[in-house]
């Protein structure tokens, strides 16, 4: 049973932004934030790999574009929560032996250990919550360190709550007022969707149902 919390409100400090682009894999792997982790190369595809990091209030969003599939095995950071959404559908993606399905993400407690893989050309989205940004219910208990062992989970398929993953790595790109980083969000978010279903009309930077 997933523990209920809820993310404390926020204002917006930009700790840093960029956007890097590799041609070396190796490279690649070791500018990935948020968990230690050793990964490998599975079936290229193009000799070109990407990313885009930006840390804002504590909270870190990664975007990742990948020439390959590759194998990712590692723990994550002990001192926050990483969900991780799959953006390419055409793609097989699996933690811990668990193949995603559609509108399903990955969810890492704090210090669990994970394995990720892919077999083809993918993009995918990190979002890292350190665990002090996060408000818990008062009939939650925090978790202490050593009170239980951590774990790597895939959810069901749950569009909604995918969505409003998606609405707030938007309103973090909106916020900073960096066009780089909104286009990058809005080809990745609309990418993974059909044009009816997404909910942003990225053309105008802001949600299509407003």
Same mark, same amino acid.
């Given at each position: ?130 665990? &002090?940004? $996060? +408000?818990?219910?008062? @009939?939650?208990? #925090? ?8 774990? !790597? ?16 790595? &938007?309103? $973090? +790109?909106?916020?900073? @007022?960096?066009? #780089? ?8 978010? !609309? ?20």
């Amino acid at each position: 049973m997933y523990r209920q919390f809820r993310q404390k409100p926020l204002a917006i400090v930009i700790r840093f932004m960029n956007y890097k682009e590799f041609q070396d894999f190796d490279h690649f792997a070791e500018s990935i934030r948020d968990v230690d982790c050793v990964m490998l190369l599975n079936n290229l595809k193009q000799n070109i790999w990407s990313i885009f990091q930006s840390n804002l209030s504590g909270i870190d969003v990664q975007l990742g574009r990948l020439g390959s599939g590759n194998i990712v095995e590692g723990q994550s950071w002990s001192d926050g929560f990483v969900i991780y959404l799959p953006l390419t559908p055409r793609c097989a993606y699996s933690a811990n032996g668990t193949v995603l399905d559609k509108n399903s993400f990955i969810v890492m407690e704090p210090g669990c250990d994970f394995c990720i893989s892919t077999k083809d050309e993918h993009d995918w989205c990190s979002i890292f919550v350190p665990t &002090h940004q $996060i +408000a818990y219910d008062n @009939n939650v208990i #925090e978790p202490s360190s050593g009170s239980k062992k951590m774990i !790597c989970r895939v959810t069901r398929p749950n569009p909604l709550l995918a969505n409003q993953f998606w609405a707030l790595v &938007h309103s $973090i +790109a909106n916020a900073a @007022n960096y066009e #780089e980083f909104k286009i990058f969000v809005c080809r990745n978010m !609309c990418s993974s969707r059909t044009e009816e279903s997404c909910l942003f009309d990225c053309r105008a930077g802001t949600n299509g149902h407003a």
